[in-house]
């Protein structure tokens, strides 16, 4: 039954309609996913004065544009904002497998960067190019589709 038609007006016969979806691209394909860190040192990220309200809730972190510089990632002139979840307690017992930093004890998902797509990779902005690809393949992984990131018991990533 075609739905928004009066089957009055379809034709006498079927018809068909053959749909081609593309997944090799974002976001139809999306992962295999692997663990990695993000290779932003983490004093780079601004994080506002947590308060419990901000824990149960989330918060914004903000991130010069300077600081990815060397990473092989063009970011944009203005700075980059974040959206962060609830923190929630870390009871993982198994950190190294899921690359937690030892210090952590509290994690939170942060979600897609706003104009992550405008973020460019530019392999003449790298430290060494022995890391073409990785670094800022992390990064724009990161901005993209989000990521954990771990505070430790000072509020520090």
Request: glycine fraction near 8%; hydrophobic fraction near 35%.
């Amino acid at each position: 039954r075609a739905v928004g038609c009066d089957l009055r007006q379809l034709p006498g016969r079927r018809v068909r309609v053959h749909l081609h979806v593309d997944r090799t691209h974002f976001p139809q394909r999306l992962g295999p996913f692997d663990v990695c860190n993000v290779p932003i040192p983490p004093h780079e990220f601004e994080l506002p004065k947590i308060f419990e309200e901000s824990k149960k809730n989330g918060f914004y972190w903000q991130l010069d544009p300077a600081s990815l510089t060397g990473t092989g990632v063009m970011g944009p002139d203005k700075r980059l904002s974040g959206q962060v979840s609830p923190l929630h307690d870390l009871s993982f017992n198994h950190r190294c497998l899921a690359n937690v930093p030892e210090e952590a004890s509290v994690f939170a998902w942060s979600y897609p960067v706003e104009g992550w797509d405008t973020l460019e990779m530019d392999p003449y902005n790298l430290d060494s190019w022995e890391d073409i690809g990785e670094k800022s393949l992390a990064i724009k992984s990161f901005f993209a589709c989000g990521g954990f990131m771990y505070l430790d018991h000072e509020d520090n990533v």
